[in-house]
């Protein structure tokens, strides 16, 4: 909870990314509401200096005050959720690439700048970006149902 920041009176995360690159990410209003209501079940409201996923139980050392290792997050987070809910079964290779390529997607339809889409996904090139935007593959979108007969 430690990387919430107001910048310029809006709340930010701070994003460690590859080759230690740090960024600052707008934090939507949905995700501060479901972030608080999570620290308030989760037990560790009060600790705003902590981290915001934790283990739910640690055999080794018995605490529970570290933060989740990013691999455990996706795994035991992600993944078991998208099963529970059959999203692994109708999503095949459901991983955090194709997360990232959907939340890109969904920006760019939504008319998003790809410009702040890159700087938001953290990419030193604009061409990466470009490869995390399926809008390309939809076939609503194909020249031949535009042709008239």
């Not at 608080?36 to 934790?54: M, N, Q, S, V």
């Not at 455990?72 to 459901?94: F, H, M, N, T, W």
Request: aromatic share 6%.
């Amino acid at each position: 909870m430690g990387d919430i920041h107001q910048r310029e009176g809006v709340p930010h995360i701070r994003v460690e990314g590859k080759g230690d690159k740090v960024r600052y990410l707008v934090l939507h209003e949905l995700a501060q509401r479901l972030m608080a209501a999570y620290l308030k079940d989760a037990g560790h409201a009060e600790d705003l200096k902590g981290p915001l996923f934790r283990p739910v139980k640690n055999n080794r050392t018995k605490t529970l005050a570290k933060p989740l290792h990013p691999i455990s997050v996706y795994q035991d987070i992600v993944k078991r959720y998208a099963k529970e809910i059959g999203l692994a079964d109708e999503v095949p290779g459901l991983c955090v690439h194709s997360l990232r390529a959907t939340a890109a997607t969904n920006a760019l339809s939504n008319n998003a700048d790809i410009a702040k889409v890159q700087q938001w996904l953290g990419h030193s090139d604009i061409s990466t970006t470009r490869m995390y935007d399926k809008r390309q593959f939809r076939p609503e979108d194909s020249p031949t149902l535009k042709v008239r007969y």
